[in-house]
């Protein structure tokens, strides 16, 4: 039976903001679309979409860990991998297995060597001739690389890692110009931190944010023992959503040099994550909201008065009502009511540009729900002090000079 390929394609919601041109990690005009879906990941008025092929397939053959294979094209490198059961589908961040948490080739943890180089599997496209290795061993010969941005002040006050790609999907994100943006080339911690130019007198603080930083864990492990050694007595900060963040993992990010962690906890039920979160696999779902929860557990129980942790609960009334806002920090109040709780305002950005903003009186009001379920230490991150989210028609002004 021949394989459903499928390719990319434009719907009537097109606003012609050319992200999808600039910013996304794409081959097809060197080979073709492959259907590797970064363009719909990463489109903000949901206007990509992917169809099947009406077109006949065309066999590719190539060398896949010294043996000969063949596949039906076109398809990306990560997809023929998952067609030949190549792929683990294990939701630990620290499991070393090749995987695509982004899909957009942010955070290369679906990386393998092609023809002797490291590249990105889920937005390569497949080629006859292709030697591909996937070994472990292989490719820990080779430094870890990811898609960063680098921010140094001003505005930001203190230099900042950004990391592209994230395992979530929400239509609400912040940063989902740099979070779903695949097209520049991925970096080495030691590159990446070369770009910070740090000074030790000075650089007291660095942040480490995203996109979700704990994919791809080596990357992260090694961008952290390497800030560290550039900057001794510099806090580092970790922005996480905290899916993936498991014992193990946070275990590794203290011991490497992280002081201060600050994990996202979206909702309390699951109905309101994967609303969210745009999580659409209720396993998955479950998997990454227990994770969440268990890591703001174990940080505190384990790490209390070594690292400090701030917790961000985002807050907007059309995902999160004040009864499941009351019982998310209830729950938070059994774990540590001392424990430091950032209310993050959800601003209208990305798919979700319609929705207003809230104002001071709604967060106000949204603290003292928080508050009177017996947390002490809560502060709001909203208003003008939060810089405004991309807005999609800002992108062709920027392209401009690309």
């Known amino acids: ?22 910013f996304i990690a794409c081959e097809s005009k060197t080979s073709g679309c492959t259907g590797c879906g970064a363009c719909v990941i990463g489109c903000p008025a949901l206007a990509r979409e992917l169809r099947a092929r009406q077109t006949s397939t065309k066999s590719i053959q190539f060398l896949l860990d010294g043996e000969t294979c063949t596949a039906e094209g076109p398809i990306s490198v990560f997809d023929a991998l998952r067609e030949m059961g190549r792929l683990s589908q294990d939701h630990r961040a620290d499991s070393g297995h090749i995987r695509s948490f982004c899909g957009t080739g942010g955070c290369c943890e679906c990386s393998v060597l092609i023809d002797g180089v490291v590249k990105r599997s889920c937005v390569t496209s497949l080629r006859d001739g292709m030697e591909i290795v996937t070994s472990p061993d292989m490719l820990r010969n080779h430094a870890p690389v990811r898609v960063v941005t680098v921010l ?30 695949g097209n520049t080339a991925p970096r080495t911690p030691a590159e990446t931190v070369a770009m910070l130019t740090l000074d030790p007198k000075t650089d007291h603080w660095i942040g480490i944010s995203g996109g979700e930083a704990t994919l791809n864990v080596p990357w992260l492990l090694e961008t952290v023992r390497q800030i560290r050694r550039s900057a001794p007595e510099s806090r580092i900060q970790l922005d996480t959503n905290a899916s993936l963040l498991t014992p193990e993992v946070i275990d590794a990010v203290v011991a490497a040099g992280i002081t201060d962690i600050s994990p996202d906890l979206k909702a309390l039920r699951l109905d309101t994550f994967m609303k969210i979160s745009g999580i659409e696999s209720e396993n998955s779902a479950q998997i990454y909201l227990q994770n969440s929860w268990n890591a703001v557990r174990y940080i505190s129980e384990r790490y209390r008065g070594q690292v400090f942790m701030a917790v961000s609960l985002p807050c907007h009334p059309r995902i999160h009502s004040k009864a499941e806002i009351y019982e998310t920090s209830t729950a938070l109040a059994r774990i540590d009511p001392e424990m430091s709780v950032t209310l993050i305002e959800l601003q209208p950005a990305f798919r979700r540009r319609e929705w207003a903003f809230l104002g001071e009186k709604v967060m106000e009001q949204a603290r003292s729900i928080v508050e009177s ?12 002090t939060v810089p405004r989210a991309t807005d999609p028609l800002d992108i062709p002004l920027s392209s401009e000079a690309l």
Not at 8 to 22: E, L, M, P, Q, R
Not at 374 to 382: A, S, T
């Open 152 to 181: 140094r002040p001003a505005p930001h006050y203190h230099p900042s890692i950004l990391v592209h790609g994230c395992n979530y999907r929400c239509e609400s994100c912040h940063n989902w110009d740099l979070t779903f943006a």
């Open 373 to 384: 379920a017996g947390l002490r230490n809560v502060i709001i991150q909203g208003g003008p």
């Open 1 to 22: 039976m021949t394989p459903v390929r499928y390719i990319a394609v434009k719907n009537n919601n097109c606003i012609n903001c050319g992200f999808c041109s600039n």
